[in-house]
């Protein structure tokens, strides 16, 4: 399943259940990058809420993190959520790290 993504700015979250990784899971494109001095990289908040847990979790990633990220530095979430949030949402991040990429004249990836 490919979802798109809900505006961090609407409060709309619309969490996705996992089953697989027994977890309920949202992403919201926020505007929080432009707290970054100089940074025009999109950034996403990840909500990740574990069955039979009472809070859900959160934390911010770029773009470039999320659909590219170094294997040479941790994650900031845990690989399940990652999985999770590339099961789902992997097909919308590919395709606006390719817009983003276009602009600024790298590769695309497939």
Known sequence: MTKGFTNHNTHDMQ???CPKY???ICVEQTDIGELVF???V??????WHIHGESN????????LNLV???PKMPMTIPENTYKAVMEIY???LKKEFNKYAK?????EIK
């Open 68 to 70: 590219v990220p170094d």
């Open 38 to 40: 100089g940074s025009d």
């Open 90 to 92: 992997g097909i919308a």
């Open 56 to 63: 859900p979790r959160g934390r911010t990633m770029d773009l």
């Open 15 to 17: 969490f996705i259940n």
């Open 42 to 47: 999109p950034r996403y908040e990840i909500i």
């Open 22 to 24: 027994k977890m309920h």
């Open 103 to 107: 602009s600024k004249g790298w590769n």
